[in-house]
């Protein structure tokens, strides 16, 4: 957990990147990959629902998984349009890892039964908690050197997945974040002008 502890915030923050391609050599410690779900459980969440889920997918998993979405595209993508997809899925593929984002919506129904005011207002606020902790497990990779990306073939996958895996039927998929060591360089990020995002009264 050395460069989870050491590494700079701002940094951090800062050199986060969409590395689309990545590699799996040298192989990884899991451990490192342990410590980095273990922080980024700490992210809040309303009422400390904690209803978010990780699943770790590497070596065969990983491969399987993506092989999954690369047939799924295949039966509903467009020719012209899969071979680019195809192509962009290896290079996921080709990394150390996988972790999918789920949501327990068993969680989240027993607290709308618990506060009725906000009984709407949870799964907002469940998909926040979990926009956080794709972000805490996006830095956590960033700070260990890996690059990552986040993905959503939820629709094309979904029922697959939880079958494969014997993941409970009241996890929602949310997203898929496939990482490994980075094997391409990517652009500078453009950014608005900050006074069209930030107002000061």
Request: charged share 25%.
């Amino acid at each position: 957990m050395d460069a989870l502890k050491t590494a700079s915030l701002y940094k951090t923050v800062c050199e986060r990147r969409s590395i689309r391609k990545v590699g799996n050599e040298p192989a990884v410690d899991r451990k490192k990959i342990e410590d980095v779900v273990k922080m980024a459980l700490h992210v809040p969440s309303a009422f400390n629902m904690q209803s978010g889920r990780i699943a770790v997918l590497l070596e065969k998993e990983h491969v399987d998984f993506w092989e999954m979405v690369v047939q799924a595209l295949k039966e509903k993508a467009a020719p012209d349009r899969f071979e680019a997809a195809q192509s962009k899925i290896r290079g996921f593929q080709s990394g150390i890892g996988t972790l999918l984002f789920f949501e327990d919506e068993k969680t989240i129904q027993q607290l709308r039964e618990k506060y009725i005011t906000y009984k709407d207002q949870f799964t907002v606020w469940s998909h926040e908690g979990s926009g956080m902790l794709q972000y805490a497990a996006w830095l956590g990779l960033t700070a260990n050197g890996f690059g990552a990306s986040l993905h959503h073939y939820n629709l094309l996958i979904d029922e697959q997945v939880k079958a494969k895996w014997a993941f409970p039927s009241e996890w929602e998929m949310i997203a898929q974040m496939p990482f490994g060591w980075p094997a391409e360089e990517v652009d500078d990020r453009a950014f608005l002008p900050i006074e069209e995002v930030v107002r000061w009264v």
